[in-house]
C-alpha cells in the first residue's frame, strides 16, 4: 500500500535526512512542500527536480505556520515540540521523519546503536564483523547511506546498522531488533529542554521491544544499566572488563572508552552466531574512524592524533585517559551550553597533560582557570598557528591530540573541517621538515 500517494506532505529542513525523505515522497507520489532557514539560492537540489516541489524558504519560513498538510517530515535538528509543529498536530497532521519512515518500510532487521559517544565506531564495528560473517548487512545513517535510499536494496534477510541520536530517538515509536546502548552521559544541552528530556529520548530504543528482540546495554555505568526496565527484550550486558577473548588479542583502537565499544560489537555478533574468530580476526584489524582519535603523523618523536569529533567534554576526557605519554591537549570551540568541571579536574589531576592550547569562542572558558599546566589561549589563531605552537611545546616522545570538549562552528563549517584542517597543517608541517 502506497501510504503518500497524492497526500500532502511538508519537510521541515533540507539537511541529509530532508533530501532522503523528499526523494522518498516524490517517487510515492507526493505533493512535496520544503520548508527551510536557508535561502533558495543556497540549497544544492542536486538530481532532485525543484520544479516538482513547493519550496518555503527564508528566515521566516515557518511564520505563517505548517497548516494544511496530511504530513510533517521533519529533520533531526528541528526540535519536535515547537509550536508549529504542536499546533499543526492539533489539527490531525501526522509528525513523522525519515527514520520513522523507515522503520515502517524496512523488510529486514535493524540494529540501533546509541549513547553520548562512540555510536559510529561501534556501529562500524559491527557492520564489519556481519559482513566478514556472511550477512547481507549496510550501515545506515550518519556514517552510512541515507535510510530511505537502502530500502530498494533489503529483503527480509538484510540487516541495516544505524546510529542513532537523540534527535532521531526523540519521537520515534518503534524500537530496532537489536538495540546497542553505550554510555550516556550529556549532550546537546543547547537542543533539549532538559538533561532528563535527552534521556527520555535515548530510552525509546529499547521502549518498543518485544520479547523476540535484544537488548545490549553497557555493564559498566549505571545509567545505560537501567535500561534494563523499561524493555521486554533479552538483555545482554557487554563490559570493557570482560570481553572473553584470548589474552594475546591485541586491538588498533586506544583507550578504555574504545574497549566499551569493542565489547558492544562483540556481543552483537555473538548474539547472531558470528564465528569466533571471525570476531577476533575483525576486531584486531578495526583502525577507527576518522576524526576519532585518529593517528595523523609523527614528526620529530611526537606523534600528532586528530580527535576533532570530541564536542563534548566526556570524549575528551577518554581521550587524555587514552595516553600515559607526555600530552598537548587543543580544547575550546563553540558553546553547546555543556558542563567543563568535571574534564577541568581530570586535567588538573593527570600529570602527564603538560600543554593546553586554548582555540575559540569558549577556549578560556573550558581551560583559562585550570591549575598548574602551560597554558597558551590562541583565541582564534590559525590551525597552522596552532600545530605550530603544539610543536615547540611538546617533548619528544609526548603527543599531541586535537580534542576540543566543543562544537566547531566559530571557526569551521564542522567538525569534519576541524579536523581536516589540523590534519592538514600537520601533514604540512611534516613535509616542511622532511
Request: proline residues 3%; charged residues 25%; glycine residues 8%.
Amino acid at each position: 500500500m502506497n501510504t503518500y500517494k497524492d497526500k500532502k506532505v511538508a519537510v521541515i529542513g533540507f539537511g541529509i535526512e530532508g533530501r532522503d525523505a523528499i526523494k522518498f515522497l516524490l517517487d510515492k507520489g507526493a505533493q512535496v512542500t520544503l520548508f527551510d532557514i536557508k535561502d533558495e539560492s543556497k540549497l544544492d537540489f542536486g538530481e532532485i527536480n525543484k520544479e516538482k516541489i513547493s519550496l518555503i524558504c527564508g528566515s521566516g519560513y515557518l511564520k505563517d505556520g505548517i497548516n494544511g498538510f496530511d504530513y510533517i517530515v521533519r529533520s533531526p535538528g528541528v526540535y519536535p515540540y515547537i509550536p508549529e509543529i504542536v499546533e499543526a498536530e492539533k489539527t490531525g497532521t501526522i509528525i513523522t521523519s525519515a527514520i520513522k519512515i523507515f522503520f515502517d518500510e524496512c523488510p529486514g532487521k535493524i540494529i540501533g546503536v546509541t549513547g553520548t559517544k562512540g555510536k559510529g565506531t561501534t556501529s562500524t564495528l559491527i557492520q564489519d564483523i556481519l559482513k566478514a560473517g556472511g550477512l547481507d548487512v549496510y550501515l545506515a545513517g550518519n556514517i552510512g547511506k541515507p535510510f530511505l535510499e537502502l530500502l530498494s536494496k533489503l529483503d527480509e534477510n538484510s540487516w541495516v546498522v544505524m546510529e542513532m541520536s537523540s534527535f532521531q530517538l526523540i519521537d520515534l515509536t518503534k524500537s530496532p531488533h537489536i538495540a546497542v546502548v553505550l554510555n550516556i552521559t550529556e549532550d546537546h544541552m543547547d537542543w533539549h529542554k532538559d538533561r532528563n528530556e535527552y534521556i527520555e529520548a535515548k530510552k525509546n530504543i529499547v521502549k518498543f521491544q518485544n520479547s523476540d528482540d535484544y537488548a545490549i546495554v553497557n555493564d559498566d555505568y549505571d545509567l545505560p544499566r537501567s535500561f534494563e526496565k523499561y524493555t521486554k527484550a533479552k538483555v545482554v550486558y557487554p563490559s570493557k572488563y570482560d570481553l572473553d577473548l584470548p589474552t594475546e588479542t591485541k586491538f588498533n583502537l586506544r583507550g578504555e572508552h574504545n574497549l566499551e565499544n569493542i565489547s558492544a560489537a562483540i556481543s552483537v555478533a555473538r548474539v547472531l552466531g558470528i564465528p569466533e574468530q571471525i570476531i577476533i580476526k575483525v576486531t584486531e584489524s578495526f583502525k577507527g574512524l576518522e576524526h576519532r582519535l585518529e593517528l595523523v603523523a609523527e614528526i620529530d618523536g611526537v606523534f600528532y592524533y586528530n580527535d576533532s569529533f570530541a564536542t563534548g567534554p566526556q570524549p575528551t576526557m577518554a581521550a587524555i585517559n587514552s595516553f600515559d605519554e607526555p600530552e598537548t591537549l587543543i580544547l575550546g570551540g563553540s558553546n553547546k551550553g555543556l558542563d567543563y568541571s568535571e574534564l577541568r579536574n581530570l586535567i588538573e589531576k593527570k600529570e602527564n597533560v603538560k600543554n593546553i592550547i586554548l582555540i575559540g569562542d569558549i577556549g578560556e572558558k573550558i581551560g583559562g582557570g585550570i591549575k598548574g599546566k602551560n597554558i597558551i589561549n590562541l583565541d582564534r589563531g590559525s590551525m597552522s598557528q596552532i600545530v605550530d605552537i603544539a610543536r615547540n611545546v611538546t617533548e619528544k616522545g609526548g603527543v599531541v591530540i586535537l580534542s576540543p570538549a566543543a562544537a566547531s562552528f566559530d571557526m569551521f563549517r564542522n567538525y569534519k573541517d576541524r579536523g581536516n584542517q589540523f590534519k592538514s597543517a600537520v601533514l604540512n608541517l611534516k613535509s616542511l621538515l622532511v
